[in-house]
């Protein structure tokens, strides 16, 4: 069974960034793809970026495209979200996911996910 944790969350003022970590266990992941989501109070959970197996594709929101950057180790069995430039709106709880059927950007799509780690913005 795939187990994923997330760590790297916390509080962070505006402005200001955070690197995400999300550690596989159970099944080397070096051949799916990985992606991370993010969930706000009261709003479903939304597309954030994802990176095919290789690493050689990446995919991003428009919110976070040009301050986010996603990557993987596969000898490590990790994925990385590097958050530059974090806003206020950046605040939710961050899940990373992995394998995928149909559409990458569809949370529903994913078959395994992590516990999920907290990110705060502040003013």
């Known amino acids: 069974q795939v187990q994923l944790v997330e760590s790297g969350g916390g509080l962070v003022q505006a402005g200001g960034s955070l690197r995400l970590s999300c550690a596989a266990s159970?099944?080397?992941?070096?051949?799916?793809?990985m992606a991370w989501f993010r969930q706000a109070p009261g709003k479903e959970r939304e597309f954030v970026s994802a990176?095919?197996?290789?690493?050689?594709?990446?995919y991003y929101a428009d919110s976070v495209k040009g301050r986010f950057i996603i990557s993987r180790d596969n000898v490590k069995n990790t994925a990385y979200l590097q958050m530059n430039s974090l806003k206020l709106e950046d605040t939710a709880v961050y899940y990373c996911?992995?394998?995928?059927?149909?559409?990458?950007?569809?949370?529903?799509?994913?078959?395994?996910w992590g516990q999920g780690t907290q990110v705060t913005v502040s003013s």
């Open positions: 159970g099944r080397t992941l070096s051949d799916w793809s």
């Open positions: 996911a992995t394998y995928y059927i149909d559409s990458l950007y569809d949370p529903r799509s994913w078959n395994y």
């Open positions: 990176i095919t197996w290789r690493g050689d594709n990446t």
